[in-house]
């Protein structure tokens, strides 16, 4: 089975710039979440998703930043206009909730630069 | 406030023997799950290991398990068997919230396996 996808795997961009982020969770998992993880403040929760419908999104540090899931295999996080203070580390992960156990199987990140 | 704390940043350990990271957590919802997260020097996320707040019996994993203290609040994860492979940054996670799936993380421990 193939794991979280996420793209791209690295982006550099200028301030200003419009980035956007995207993630293909696994097949059947029904939550989706988006985190961001800096040296200062470690892993962050940004916005979470059940069933494509956005749970919480207490995370997300301001208007700039928005999260789609159209369907139940996509997802987005776009920053808009990007700042410097943005560069990070974005993961998405993907998570199913069955008796007995949980799981976040976590994509690759994609390693963001805002110059 | 829910809180997950490792109060460890730094920890070695000689290869083949046992090592175990400590973390605490803080919340008042009786229903939560508890993870352990890997992640080496390339940056995945791996997810090692999950107890949910019911559980009766510590998790294990393989070569990983849970040492689950309710009544102290601490969910210490225990390696056993130590490998160079197993030099990382660990964190622990808390899932809080009855019905929701928000997860908060500690700031991580970096384990260093010597030879």
């Known amino acids: 089975d193939a794991g979280v996808i996420q793209s791209p795997r690295h982006e550099v961009t200028e301030m200003g710039q419009e980035v956007t982020l995207r993630c293909k969770p696994i097949?059947?998992?029904?939550?989706l979440f988006w985190y961001r993880q800096t040296m200062m403040r470690g892993l962050e929760l940004l916005i979470y998703?059940?069933?494509?419908?956005?749970?919480?999104d207490s995370g997300m540090p301001e208007d700039r930043f928005s999260a789609k899931m159209p369907n139940a295999s996509f997802s987005t996080l776009k920053i808009q206009p990007s700042e410097p203070r943005d560069s990070a580390v974005y993961f998405c992960?993907?998570?199913?909730?069955?008796?007995?156990?949980?799981?976040?199987?976590f994509g690759p990140g994609t390693r963001l630069l805002v110059l | 406030a829910q809180k997950i704390t490792q109060t460890q940043p730094g920890m070695f350990v000689q290869e083949k023997e046992a090592v175990t990271l400590d973390c605490t957590y803080d919340?008042?919802?009786?229903?939560?799950?508890l993870f352990w997260y890997k992640q080496p020097s390339s940056g995945e996320m791996i997810f090692l290991i999950y107890?949910?707040?019911?559980?009766?019996q510590n998790a294990t994993e393989g070569r990983y398990s849970l040492n689950f203290q309710k009544a102290r609040k601490s969910a210490n994860l225990v390696i056993s068997a130590s490998q160079l492979g197993d030099s990382a940054m660990y964190f622990c996670?808390?899932?809080?919230?009855?019905?929701?799936?928000?997860?908060?993380f500690g700031a991580g421990t970096r384990l260093f396996v010597k030879a």
């Open positions: 992960a993907s998570s199913v909730y069955r008796t007995g156990g949980e799981t976040q199987y």
């Open positions: 097949s059947g998992h029904d939550y």
């Open positions: 998703f059940n069933n494509n419908v956005p749970i919480d």
């Open positions: 919340t008042s919802d009786p229903s939560y799950g």
């Open positions: 107890q949910g707040s019911y559980d009766q």
């Open positions: 996670a808390m899932r809080v919230g009855t019905g929701g799936f928000k997860t908060i």
